[in-house]
């Protein structure tokens, strides 16, 4: 049984902060989706870096928008937002700093014991 999973995450200013976004989305290329947010208001070369990858990988999806940063929980609302572009029943929620060391063959397998 095959089982679907989207990650997803929110990557804001990742260069400006040195966040290993990169290294966190490549790993989890394994997911069937991967749903990258980002505020095209902070101009660092972080949605560039975005775009490029996504080129490269067809599970990649970018979320380009002005999230409202003076929501009484920014981060919940966005990522809530993100969950909802997500296609497949199993998500796995993931920050910009965030790695997965579990093979995704594994997870798949733990999955579809479910």
Not at 7 to 22: H, I, K, Q, T, W
Request: some cysteine; aromatic content about 10%.
């Amino acid at each position: 049984m095959d089982i679907g999973v989207s990650a997803y995450l929110y990557v804001n200013r990742g260069e400006d902060y040195d966040f290993p976004y990169m290294e966190v989305i490549s790993n989890v290329l394994w997911c069937d989706e991967i749903i990258v947010g980002t505020d095209p208001r902070f101009n660092d070369g972080t949605l560039q870096k975005l775009e490029q990858m996504a080129m490269r990988h067809d599970n990649i999806r970018i979320v380009v928008k002005e999230f409202d940063l003076d929501d009484v929980n920014p981060h919940g609302s966005i990522k809530q937002v993100l969950r909802e572009e997500c296609q497949y029943p199993w998500l796995m929620e993931l920050d910009a700093d965030e790695f997965v060391v579990t093979d995704g063959d594994k997870i798949r397998e733990i999955l579809s014991l479910m």
